[in-house]
């Protein structure tokens, strides 16, 4: 099936170089599109009233989130993109230890070190999944805070949805979990959890979302979590005063209210994530199952030969490179670096 964008895009950011005639920059995970028309609109609409300070404490942000997702708005609290708003968590939580995968988003072990508490890194399974029966294991009473991604970052699977309610229900509730789903838009609808019914039989339990992924906005820094009691109380605790933009309201409401278009681009983002691990795979690199806008490249040596074409990935010690998808001439410039390379 063709998909069909609803207006032109732009591509991923390329520049030229003295020794390469194009340069991808394929290392933050961001959608290669810029934001959908109406959105573009209501934000530049926003900017008129510019001159004027925003909530002091953000409300009508929380309420808009909380109708679309059908929860309390005291059960919301947003913050500058999903990193800011983990930044808040973590200060709230206070100085127990940090327990999460390795690799993970790069942004934990930073915040983890600002906030205070020490990491404590559990090694991915061989299939790259979270080994959830070892993080299990490796929580104890010095434990402050889990941090799971569905989708992993940077590997993109998916952790089965029955696994992910066992474990929280293996967690003891003082222990609070961070259910990072920063890229859950990408996943096939049945594979979504049901965050009311989790959140409603685990107090400990927090959602993280942002609206920097599949809706395109990662320079307005859009992130949001959300929890119940006084948990999310302690959370929102942490919020800063005059820092929500008015112009993230009237983003957030375009692009919910543009829903057909986002799924449109979701699904181009994906059928080209598809495509290129396709003939990645044929040409040997052992590219894990993606549900997400990037793709994870087993080392040796890969990062290496991206670097070398211009193309700017996320590396990682072993070699390994992780690329965002989604703009078709990347996606090809990815494949030429690296035919041959096994």
Known sequence: MTVRLV????PSRRFHATATPMVFDLGLSENPFPPLPSVMSAVTSALAQANRYPEFLPEELPRVIADHLGVS??????????????????????????????????????????AGMPLVPVPLDS??????????RAVNRRTGLVVLCRP????????????????LAA???????????AYVEFLDPADRLDIRALLHRHPNLL??????????????????CV?????????????????TPTASIAAVRAAYAAGAELRDRVDSINRERIRLRTSLRACGIEVPDSHANFLYLPGPGV??????????????????????????????AVHAALVGLR
């Not at 993109?81 to 940090?98: I, N, P, S, W, Y």
């Not at 993109?156 to 992910?164: E, N, P, R, S, Y």
């Not at 211009?310 to 010690?317: C, D, F, R, S, V």
Request: glycine fraction near 12%.
């Open 303 to 332: 990062a290496t030969a991206l670097r070398r074409a211009g193309i700017k990935a996320k590396a990682y010690p072993d070699g390994s490179a992780r690329i965002t998808v989604g703009d078709p001439a990347a996606g090809h």
């Open 7 to 10: 207006e032109p895009t732009r």
């Open 171 to 181: 967690i003891p509730h003082r222990v609070p979990v961070l259910l990072d789903e």
């Open 73 to 114: 708005p005291d059960d919301v609290v947003v913050g500058a993109g999903a990193t800011g708003v983990a930044m808040q968590v973590m200060r709230a939580l206070g100085d127990g230890e940090l327990l999460t995968s390795t690799p993970t988003f790069d942004g934990y072990p930073i915040m983890a070190e600002m």
């Open 127 to 136: 299939g790259g999944d979270q080994d959830l029966t070892a993080m299990r």
């Open 152 to 167: 992993h970052n940077p590997t993109g699977t998916v952790l089965d949805a029955a696994a992910v309610r066992s474990f």
């Open 227 to 243: 929890g119940r009691g006084k948990l999310i109380e302690r959370i929102r605790n942490q919020q800063l005063p005059f820092g």
């Open 207 to 224: 959602i993280l979302r942002t609206f920097s992924k599949a809706y395109g906005l990662a320079g307005l820094r859009i992130g949001y």
